[in-house]
Nanobody, 121 residues
Framework: QVQLVESGGGLVQTGGSLRLSCAAS????????MAWFRQAPGKEREFVAA????????YYADSVKGRFTISRENAKNTVYLQVNSLKPEDTAVYYC??????????????WGQGTQVTVSS
């Protein structure tokens, strides 16, 4: 329903940081809750963070709470995921999603292609 393109991934050392971006096309960006999910090889896709339409409410997986921060700039049709204190277990493809604000993947209608985050030990 909305086109999403992630960027900002890369190869970093343990303890490093990245700022992932998700750019959305369309004029109804503010209508959607947004979320980040990730999927590592051999594992199922897991919830990372979500943010409400206005940005006033956020949710985080316990594994990233305190290290990751989700934010959005509706005027720029962009959602961000600041990832700090990265660990090797954070290595995954990170996907941006748009839909109803939730920790469940089924609540999201649109998905980006993903951006790779690799954390070396």
């Amino acid at each position: 329903q909305v086109q999403l393109v992630e960027s900002g991934g890369g190869l970093v050392q343990t303890g490093g940081s990245l700022r992932l971006s998700c750019a959305a096309s369309g004029r109804t960006f503010s209508y959607y809750g947004m979320a980040w999910f990730r999927q590592a090889p051999g594992k199922e896709r897991e919830f990372v963070a979500a943010i409400s339409r206005s940005g006033g409410t956020t949710y985080y997986a316990d594994s990233v709470k305190g290290r990751f921060t989700i934010s959005r700039e509706n005027a720029k049709n962009t959602v961000y995921l600041q990832v700090n204190s990265l660990k090797p277990e954070d290595t995954a493809v990170y996907y941006c999603a748009a839909g109803s604000t939730s920790t469940r993947w089924s609540a999201y209608d649109s998905w980006g292609q993903g951006t790779q985050v690799t954390v070396s030990s």
